[in-house]
């Protein structure tokens, strides 16, 4: 694992770990063992970063959405709020779809549920991000947030300073929340019929609900189902939210925290698009209660048919295996 | 539109309920306004039949003397220290404009626009008319950073029509939003001063006026909440938690903020989920499986295995749950920490422990509250 980590900090570009105003970014570290976060870090450039997390054990690496004056200092009064990313957070934990899903539970997703992760994303973006709230594509950017989801950055500079109720107002309006269902319903159930096609003819959430209700022939409340999305507003609305860096590894999958361009968003797969690249091999032993459904995880398919065997994969495989807590190290017999 | 015109409908273009010059200290050179700011006070405060200015009270010697009795009206309000007279008369204040907004659309068909305009950007919102869609337009960013819409389903951006970060609304929905953004700035600065004048030497006839005022209210609005009938111990919870909690006991239907900060503060101080359940049953749409599921799921129960946390004080604000911000509530961080302290004031023999806002806790909200839609 040690090995894992390290290779791949060592080989890395360090442009790779780029993001706007470095230096004003609070940094967090949780090494894997420890379950206690090391805060209030700063770096002066990527070269001083890199370096850090060759020295580091397996950690979880998080860099703020916030940008400080001073964001090494102790305490959050003191570090000097500038203002905020906005940050999108997709994860399958939090999607309805997946609720009651034994493999998603599992904290894995099959090549279904990516593509509905994906779509969810695309639809954030191209529907909501740039359609509604007129934000440009160049100030979208995407990243695979390791494990089960992506997150969405939203950089445009008038937004950072936001507090909290601005934030919200954005993502219950994603979210469907602030949406007046009843007030609509009572239009329908009145027969308003007119009134019903002017109110649903305005752009936004209106012409959403419309062409969703004439594509699918589906009622107000399924039309509205359909389209809200389940962006997390604990993520969303934090101030001071620490956030994967990119192109760090995940420490609960060794997978890569991968930057993804939004025209490659709908073919990115991540559990092929984000392993790190290595010619080392490894032999598991997968457990024996594998959880029902299969997924392709580099070239190894997973099913209940590897139930109990020893086999030699590529190392980062293995290791999204064990730390998975689908395999286990194999010990050689001697 | 002229100066005097405008002043004439809209003075807080031009004061903003300041105070009028030389405080309230010394009336000096304003105290023959007193009546007419009496009078006026008691039409924003709802204590007289009709709202809205009397044509009378249009027969101002000058400009200055309209805007110094709008001015003094507020600050007779503000010198009363009574919260809840403050809220409403924000609010008074704040229909007027809208119908006055309202009005000046159907007798001016021409020449509203630059009326909206000019008062929306008294009220802080920046905005454009387009002649073409009949709607007023403003930025993305001008629409999120206006404070006093929370609640108002009208307002809210998925009603709105949105697209490439433009947020269009109709004439009425513009009078609306103007109006309740005037109501909390009001409100915010009202308050402000009400805290300024605690410590002020007031001129005996404002004090005089103020007295009145109050009485009156008083006894015309009453009390909504009673904290005698709360137990000892709910005596001391928080104000947020006393207000919601009363609310749900007059069968109000509370907004989900409100429930889960209830929710989760007494399964906190340890109440069974049974006894939580007796707290939200007197609510209009209690429905005892799903509220039963829904607080066992609070108490880690159920779903996630999670026992929620109270929501701390910041978070309320945002949610518009907060409905105290005086005394110990100042200083605040968590409700939690609020019964904490209370109780630690009681057994010191502090008579106050856990009085903060009480008696005066029904029209604190107008901001966190759903409210009806205003009807033209």
Known sequence: ?334 | MSTAEALKKYPFLFTQGALPAGSLTNLGELRPLLPKALARSRQLLGLSLRRGLDPSQRKYSDEREMAALHALAFALVTATGNRRMIRAASWGFSKEVELSLMSDALHNPRGFPEIYIRVGKAAGIEAAFNWITQRFEMSLLSYLVLRGIEGDPKLMLPQLSLAGGKVAVPPNVFAAMVSRVLRYSLTMKLELQANELRRAELDPDVKAGAETLASEFSRRKGEEVDIQTLSPVESLFPPCVKFWVSEMRRGVNVPHQARFLVATFLLHLDYSVDEVLRFFSTTPDYDEGIARYQVEDLAGEKGSGKKYAVPRCDTLRTLGACTCREGLCVHMTHPLLYYRLSIERKLNGDKLAGSECAGSLSRLLHLARPRRPVCP
Not at chain 1, 16 to 27: M, Y
Not at chain 1, 238 to 263: N, Q
Not at chain 1, 278 to 297: A, C, H, K, W
């Open chain 1, 1 to 334: 694992m040690l090995d894992h980590f390290r290779d791949y900090y060592t080989s890395l570009d360090p442009d790779a770990l780029f993001v706007p105003d470095l230096q004003k970014r609070e940094f967090g570290f949780m090494p894997r063992e420890r379950r206690e976060m090391i805060r209030h870090m700063a770096f002066r450039d990527l070269g001083a970063l890199k370096s850090y997390l060759i020295s580091l054990p397996p950690s979880h690496v998080y860099s703020s959405t916030a940008l400080y004056e001073r964001p090494s200092a102790p305490d959050m009064n003191s570090k000097g709020w500038l203002g905020s990313e906005i940050v999108f957070e997709f994860d399958a934990d939090h999607m309805r779809e997946f609720k009651g899903d034994a493999l998603a539970k599992s904290g894995i997703l099959t090549e279904e549920a990516w593509n509905a992760i994906k779509k969810r994303t695309v639809e954030l973006i191209d529907d909501f991000l740039i359609q509604d709230f007129g934000i440009s594509s160049s100030e979208i950017k995407i990243t695979f947030s390791g494990n089960r989801g992506f997150h969405v950055r939203v950089r445009r500079q008038e937004f950072l300073g936001l507090d909290q109720e601005a934030r919200r107002r954005l993502v219950s309006y994603l979210n469907a929340s602030d949406l007046d269902v009843n007030g609509l319903q009572n239009l329908l159930g009145k027969a308003k019929k007119r009134s019903l096609e002017v109110v649903l003819s305005q752009p936004g959430w209106m012409s959403k609900i419309r062409r969703q209700m004439r594509e699918k022939n589906c009622s107000l409340q399924e039309a509205v189902d359909a389209l809200a999305l389940d962006v997390d507003e604990n993520v969303a609305l934090d101030l001071h939210r620490l956030i994967r860096h990119p192109s760090s590894l995940h420490a609960g999958t060794g997978l890569v925290v991968k930057p993804v361009a939004l025209e490659s968003l709908s073919s990115f797969m991540p559990y092929q698009d984000a392993l790190v690249q290595s010619s080392t091999e490894l032999r598991v032993n997968m457990i024996d209660l594998l959880p029902s459904g299969q997924f392709r995880v580099g070239d190894l398919e997973v099913s209940k048919t590897l139930a109990g065997r020893v086999i030699r994969v590529q190392r980062s495989v293995g290791i999204f295996l064990i730390l998975k807590g689908l395999a286990r190290p194999a010990v050689r017999v001697p």
